[in-house]
């Protein structure tokens, strides 16, 4: 299972971008990276997955570069409601997929 | 937009007694998790269950565990002989298809107090 590593918590201000770069340095040919978000008292929420270069949806931008050792999380122009926590993870996209969490990254967006 | 519910959203419950976590998945899903997180630690994966039966299972889900389908739409996790450390919240997920295993759907989670 390959171990991520990210920032415990990151700071930033309402309409600033926000990059929570992930280390995942064991990664395997199968893996896919996957982030999730949770606010307090509440379920995580799938934001995005990917397995390389760059995928974009409504939410969010998930830049891996071509080792995908790493990857990085982009929220454009945050506001107050997205602070939460942000989780990484890597896993194989099929099967019976246990999602396994870290500790994640705290964001804290002020006005 | 469909979504996980679960059932009760708290539940306070003495030592020793049996609780009974519901859960309705979303309708199409074929794969059903149970994690829990104590507070201010991590999400952590208690069982998954597919084709009516545990697929998979962690070192957390002991014999003081047990999780069913019942119907076709309800996903229940018993807990025999609550423990205090057995106080958390407790999340089910459900998920579609083989090929998006990463993308669960989670659910508000219940609040398990153990006094």
């Known amino acids: 299972l390959a171990k991520t590593t990210q920032p415990i918590s990151m700071d930033s201000y309402e309409g600033q971008e926000v990059n929570i770069t992930c280390s995942h340095n064991n990664i395997a040919t199968n893996d896919y990276i996957t982030w999730y978000q949770q606010f307090p008292s509440q379920g995580p929420r799938f934001i995005i997955q990917g397995y390389k270069t760059k995928v974009t949806n409504e939410v969010a931008s998930l830049f891996i570069p071509a080792d995908r050792k790493s990857s990085t999380l982009s929220l454009p122009r945050v506001s107050l409601s997205d602070t939460a926590v942000y989780y990484c993870?890597?896993?194989?996209?099929?099967?019976?997929?246990?999602?396994?969490f870290g500790k994640g990254t705290m964001l804290l967006v002020s006005p | 937009e469909p979504e996980v519910t679960q059932t009760p959203s708290h539940q306070v419950t003495q030592m020793g007694q049996e609780v009974i976590l519901r859960c309705v998945p979303i309708s199409n899903h074929l794969y059903f998790y149970w994690y829990r997180q104590i507070l201010g630690q991590k999400v952590e994966f208690l069982v998954s269950?597919?084709?009516?039966?545990?697929?998979?299972k962690s070192e957390i889900f002991d014999d003081q565990f047990s999780v069913e389908r019942p119907d076709g739409s309800n996903f229940t996790l018993k807990i025999r002989s609550t423990k205090l450390e057995d106080s958390a919240m407790y999340f089910c997920a459900s998920r579609e298809d083989h090929n998006l295993a990463n993308e669960q759907f989670f659910g508000p989670g219940t609040r398990l107090t153990v006094l």
């Open positions: 269950f597919y084709n009516n039966e545990i697929s998979e």
């Open positions: 993870l890597v896993a194989s996209n099929s099967g019976y997929s246990t999602l396994t």
